[in-house]
C-alpha cells in the first residue's frame, strides 16, 4: 500500500516492507515519527523532508507547480511551500491544484497540518487519543498501530449499515468507532494535543442567470481544455506517455478527445468491460478513429471478484470492492514505468449535467438519496449528518462524488497518480455557474459536444445506446431515445420474468448466476465468516442478505464481512 504516516506521541514500528515500486523513507525524533511509502512517480512533485524550522510531507501531483515555483522565487519545491506557507497561513495548500495529500510541522509554533485537496481525492485516516495522534493515506497502518499502542477499537454499527446501504461512507466516517478520515475540502490542526477539523474550501453552485446557452457551451470549453492541459501537460513534464481511460460513456471519452483535440496525441487508452458490450467496441472504434494505442481487459465470468481480501486491505472495507477490482484486475498487469497519469473522465456527467434529480434548485438531501439498496435504511434512522449543505447537488456532490466515487481511485494510487479534469476545481467552479436549466438532462452536455467536437457525438453513448443527438420521447419523466424504446420495455419484461442480462459494463448478477465457481466462494466466505459478526441483529440481517438480497447487496455483506474478518472489527 502506497502512502505516508505520521505519529505523535505513540509507538509505531513501521511495518511496511520495502518494495521496488515505492521510495520508502523515515524521519524519526523524539515525539514523533513519519513513514513514506511513496510511488516512483512524480518524484519532483513529493516532498518528504525538514529543516530547523519546518517538516513537510507531500504526496501526489500538484498541477501548477512549475506556476507556484515561478510566484514564490524560492531555490527548492520545498522553499516554495515555506514560502506559500509563510505568505497564505494554514491553508496555504489551497493554492495548489491537483491531486495531493500532505503534513506541515511549523516547528517553532510546534503547530501539525494535516491536508489534503480541494474535494479529498486522497483520503488521510486518522485517530486521536489523549495527546495521541495517529493519520496514514493507509488505513491497514492505522489499525496497526492502533494494536501496537493497545488502544480498544470496534466496529460502528451505523457505519456498517452505510455499507450495506450506500456502498460507502459519508463525511468523516469509517467502518471503525476509533478512526475517521478528514472531509473533503477539510484539514487537520494538531496543536498542544487537541486536535481540530477546519473546512477551507466548499463547492458554489450558484447560478450566474446573464450565461446564455451560447455563452455556456464558450464557458465549459474553455475551461475544460485549459484543466485537459494543466494534467496532461504534467506527463510532457516527465517524460511519460499519457495513460488514458476510456468507456462507452461521454466523460472519458472527452478527456481522451480533447487532449487529442489540443496535441496529445501519443496515448494509450484502456478500457475493462464485459466482452462484446458497448463499453468495448466504442472505445475499441474511438482508439482506432483517434490512431491511440489500446488495451482491453474482459470482465468475463467475474474471475476479478476473487480478490475480495486484497481490495479490503488497502480500503479497510469502507467501499463496495467490486468497484474497485475491476480497475485492479487491468492495473495489476500493466507496467507503469512510461506511463504518467492515470487520466479519468470521473464526476464529468454530473459536473457538466448536474447532480440534481429535478429542476428544483432548492431541493434538499435526505438520507437514503442514491443508495445502492435501501433494504435497511431504518436501520441508519439515527444517523445525524453534521454537514448542512446548501442543496441536494452540493450534498451529492460531497456524499455521492466526493466520498462515494473518489474510492474508486484508490487502487490507482498503488501504480501511479491519477486525476480527472473534470475534478478541476477551476473548471468545476465555472460549469456549475451554468443555469440548472442548462444542465439537466445533460442538455448543454450535448450542445457542447455538437458544437465544438462533433464527430465526438459519432458514436454510441452507453447510457442511453445510441447516439448523442438521437430523437427521443419522455415516458414516465426520463428521456428515452425512440431507437430505444421498444429494447427497454422488452428488457423490462425478461427482467420481471426472471432473466438475467450480460448486457452491462460488469453484470455481477449475470456473474454469479452463471459462474459455479464463483457463488460458492462468496458462500464459502459468507459461511467462514459471518460468526465474527458480534451484534445480533446486524448478523441477522447479513444472514437475511446472504438468502434474500440482489447481488449487489451480496457483494456488499461479503465487502463489510471481509473487513470485520481483516481488521478484527
Known amino acids: 500500500m502506497a502512502g505516508f504516516n505520521l505519529c505523535i506521541n505513540g509507538k509505531y514500528t513501521n511495518n511496511q516492507t520495502k518494495n521496488e515500486k515505492y521510495n520508502c523513507d523515515s524521519i524519526n525524533k523524539i515525539d514523533y515519527s513519519c513513514h513514506k511509502l511513496m510511488v516512483k512517480k512524480f518524484e519532483k512533485d513529493k516532498i518528504f523532508a525538514e529543516n530547523d524550522l519546518y517538516l513537510i510531507i507531500i504526496d501526489g501531483v500538484?498541477?501548477?507547480?512549475?506556476?507556484?515555483?515561478?510566484?514564490?522565487?524560492?531555490?527548492?519545491?520545498?522553499?516554495?511551500?515555506?514560502?506559500?506557507?509563510?505568505?497564505?497561513?494554514?491553508?496555504?495548500?489551497?493554492?495548489?491544484?491537483?491531486?495531493?495529500?500532505?503534513?506541515?510541522?511549523?516547528?517553532?509554533?510546534?503547530?501539525?497540518?494535516?491536508?489534503?485537496?480541494?474535494?479529498?481525492?486522497?483520503?488521510i485516516y486518522y485517530t486521536h487519543y489523549s495527546n495521541i495522534f495517529f493519520c496514514s493515506s493507509m488505513i491497514k497502518d492505522v489499525y496497526f498501530f492502533l494494536q501496537q499502542n493497545k488502544i480498544h477499537y470496534n466496529l460502528n454499527i451505523e457505519n456498517a449499515y452505510l455499507l450495506l446501504s450506500y456502498g460507502?461512507?459519508?463525511?468523516?466516517?469509517?467502518?471503525?468507532?476509533?478512526?475517521?478520515?478528514?472531509?473533503?475540502?477539510?484539514?487537520?490542526?494538531?496543536?498542544?494535543?487537541?486536535?481540530?477539523?477546519?473546512?477551507?474550501?466548499?463547492?458554489?453552485?450558484?447560478?450566474?442567470?446573464?450565461?446564455?446557452?451560447?455563452?455556456?457551451?464558450?464557458?465549459?470549453?474553455?475551461n475544460f481544455r485549459e484543466a485537459v492541459t494543466l494534467q496532461f501537460e504534467k506527463d510532457i513534464e516527465y517524460g511519460y506517455h499519457h495513460l488514458v481511460a476510456l468507456s462507452g460513456g461521454l466523460d472519458s471519452r472527452m478527456t481522451s478527445w480533447v487532449a487529442n483535440d489540443l496535441g496529445y496525441t501519443k496515448q494509450l487508452n484502456f478500457t475493462f468491460s464485459q466482452s462484446d458490450y458497448i463499453d468495448e467496441t466504442v472505445p475499441k472504434k474511438i482508439a482506432r478513429d483517434l490512431k491511440h494505442e489500446w488495451i482491453f481487459k474482459a470482465l468475463?465470468?467475474?474471475?476479478?471478484?476473487?480478490?475480495?481480501?486484497?481490495?479490503?486491505?488497502?480500503?479497510?472495507?469502507?467501499?463496495?470492492?467490486?468497484?474497485?477490482?475491476?480497475?485492479?484486475?487491468?492495473?495489476?498487469?500493466?507496467?507503469?514505468?512510461?506511463?504518467?497519469?492515470?487520466?479519468?473522465?470521473?464526476?464529468?456527467?454530473?459536473?457538466?449535467?448536474?447532480?440534481?434529480?429535478?429542476?428544483?434548485?432548492?431541493?434538499?438531501?435526505?438520507?437514503?438519496?442514491?443508495?445502492?439498496?435501501?433494504?435497511?435504511?431504518?436501520?441508519?434512522?439515527?444517523?445525524?449528518?453534521?454537514?448542512?449543505?446548501?442543496?441536494?447537488?452540493?450534498?451529492?456532490?460531497?456524499?455521492?462524488g466526493f466520498s462515494g466515487a473518489n474510492n474508486g481511485q484508490i487502487l490507482s494510487f498503488e501504480y501511479s497518480e491519477t486525476f480527472s479534469p473534470f475534478f478541476n476545481i477551476d473548471f468545476m467552479h465555472a460549469a456549475l455557474s451554468i443555469p440548472l436549466k442548462y444542465r439537466f438532462n445533460h442538455s448543454i452536455y450535448k450542445k457542447w459536444i455538437l458544437n465544438k467536437y462533433p464527430l465526438a457525438a459519432n458514436y454510441i453513448w452507453e447510457k442511453i445506446g445510441t447516439k448523442i443527438n438521437a430523437p427521443i420521447i419522455n415516458i414516465w419523466g426520463r428521456n428515452i431515445p425512440y431507437s430505444q424504446l421498444w429494447k427497454r420495455v422488452t428488457a423490462k419484461f425478461c427482467e420481471q420474468l426472471g432473466h438475467i442480462s450480460d448486457q452491462s459494463m460488469n453484470p455481477i448478477a449475470y456473474y454469479i448466476n452463471t459462474n459455479n465457481e464463483l457463488r460458492v466462494f462468496f458462500d464459502v466466505y459468507f459461511k467462514n465468516t459471518i460468526e465474527l459478526v458480534a451484534d445480533n441483529s446486524l448478523r441477522d440481517d447479513?444472514?437475511?442478505?446472504?438468502?434474500?438480497?440482489?447481488?449487489?447487496?451480496?457483494?456488499?455483506?461479503?465487502s463489510l464481512l471481509s473487513a470485520i474478518n481483516l481488521f478484527k472489527l
Open 62 to 123: 500538484v498541477l501548477n507547480k512549475i506556476e507556484l515555483e515561478r510566484k514564490y522565487i524560492s531555490g527548492s519545491w520545498f522553499e516554495t511551500v515555506v514560502s506559500i506557507y509563510i505568505s497564505k497561513g494554514d491553508c496555504f495548500f489551497s493554492e495548489f491544484r491537483g491531486s495531493f495529500a500532505g503534513v506541515l510541522y511549523d516547528k517553532k509554533k510546534d503547530k501539525w497540518i494535516v491536508f489534503s485537496d480541494h474535494i479529498g481525492t486522497k483520503f
Open 168 to 222: 460507502y461512507m459519508l463525511e468523516d466516517r469509517t467502518l471503525c468507532n476509533q478512526i475517521k478520515k478528514i472531509r473533503p475540502g477539510c484539514y487537520l490542526i494538531f496543536e498542544k494535543g487537541n486536535l481540530s477539523e477546519h473546512r477551507y474550501y466548499l463547492i458554489d453552485n450558484s447560478p450566474d442567470n446573464s450565461l446564455t446557452e451560447t455563452d455556456a457551451i464558450e464557458l465549459i470549453d474553455k
Open 300 to 400: 468475463d465470468n467475474g474471475l476479478w471478484l476473487y480478490e475480495l481480501d486484497k481490495i479490503t486491505e488497502i480500503t479497510g472495507g469502507n467501499v463496495l470492492y467490486y468497484g474497485l477490482a475491476h480497475g485492479y484486475s487491468l492495473l495489476r498487469y500493466l507496467n507503469p514505468d512510461s506511463t504518467g497519469i492515470i487520466h479519468s473522465g470521473q464526476v464529468g456527467d454530473v459536473v457538466v449535467g448536474t447532480f440534481f434529480s429535478s429542476l428544483d434548485p432548492n431541493l434538499k438531501f435526505k438520507l437514503g438519496d442514491g443508495a445502492y439498496s435501501k433494504r435497511y435504511l431504518n436501520r441508519m434512522k439515527n444517523i445525524e449528518l453534521s454537514d448542512n449543505f446548501q442543496n441536494q447537488e452540493i450534498s451529492n456532490f460531497y456524499y455521492r
Open 542 to 558: 447479513l444472514l437475511e442478505i446472504q438468502q434474500k438480497g440482489s447481488a449487489v447487496e451480496k457483494i456488499q455483506a461479503v
